[in-house]
T-cell receptor, first 117, second 109 residues
Framework: NAGVTQTPKFQVLKTGQSMTLQCAQD?????MYWYRQDPGMGLRLIYY???????DKGEVPNGYNVSRLNKREFSLRLESAAPSQTSVYFC????????????????FGSGTQLSVL | LAKTTQPISMDSYEGQEVNITCSHN???????ITWYQQFPSQGPRFIIQ???TKVTNEVASLFIPADRKSSTLSLPRVSLSDTAVYYC??????????FGSGTRLQVQP
């Protein structure tokens, strides 16, 4: 039971290159999230998917796109990488089971460390 | 989104009790208060969650006063391995969960 798996773990890009960060979960959760964490800072929400087939912007969506491929997979794409996107990217999931859905905890992957030169 | 405020950093010594307080003045009726712990180079992990009064598990206790405008995470007898960043979250009833900057706890020997 792997939980939340992120690939790759490390990546170095040149400015202007594109890449896709992959996230897969085997927890059968309906909601998935992408966060970024800059050095010494807290996590900031990029995009999230409340359920299969839906995606919404978070706090810092500019420069990113996402795809909820199926219930298990949620990918994050950088179309034209910039040095400001150098960060650690975390994928997280949780199961929303009731209307209030305030009490469902997040499960995180181990992160992707991305450097854009 | 409900905003939380917590101290940027705290220092403690091994064996002491550590209390980290978070304020969330505009918490909504249906919101829960959740705390996460993050070690370097790892994703955050759930510690404890509560709605009101007191919740205790094997790791920590969470104290929530009647007005629910603040909460206090209590870590009993901390050790070096408790050195981490601690985040207080309030679920606003939307599907987006936002983290603040957290409290960086440094435990000294």
């Amino acid at each position: 039971n792997a939980g939340v798996t992120q690939t790759p773990k490390f990546q170095v890009l040149k400015t202007g290159q594109s890449m896709t960060l992959q996230c897969a979960q085997d927890m059968n959760h309906n909601s998935m999230y992408w966060y970024r964490q800059d050095p010494g800072m807290g996590l900031r929400l990029i995009y999230y998917s409340a359920s299969e087939g839906t995606t919404d912007k978070g706090e810092v969506p500019n420069g990113y796109n996402v795809s909820r491929l199926n219930k298990r997979e949620f990918s994050l794409r950088l179309e034209s990488a910039a040095p400001s996107q150098t960060s650690v990217y975390f994928c997280a999931t949780r199961q929303i089971v009731q209307a209030a859905w305030s009490n469902e905890k997040l499960f995180f992957g181990s992160g992707t460390q991305l450097s854009v030169l | 989104l409900a905003k939380t405020t917590q101290p940027i950093s705290m220092d403690s010594y091994e064996g002491q009790e550590v209390n980290i307080t978070c304020s969330h003045n505009n918490i909504a009726t249906n919101d829960y208060i959740t705390w996460y712990q993050q070690f370097p180079s790892q994703g955050p992990r759930f510690i404890i969650q509560g709605y009101k009064t007191k919740v205790t598990n094997e790791v920590a206790s969470l104290f929530i006063p009647a007005d629910r405008k603040s909460s206090t995470l209590s870590l009993p007898r901390v050790s070096l391995s408790d050195t981490a960043v601690y985040y207080c979250l309030v679920d606003t009833g939307r599907r987006a969960l936002t983290f603040g900057s957290g409290t960086r706890l440094q435990v000294q020997p």
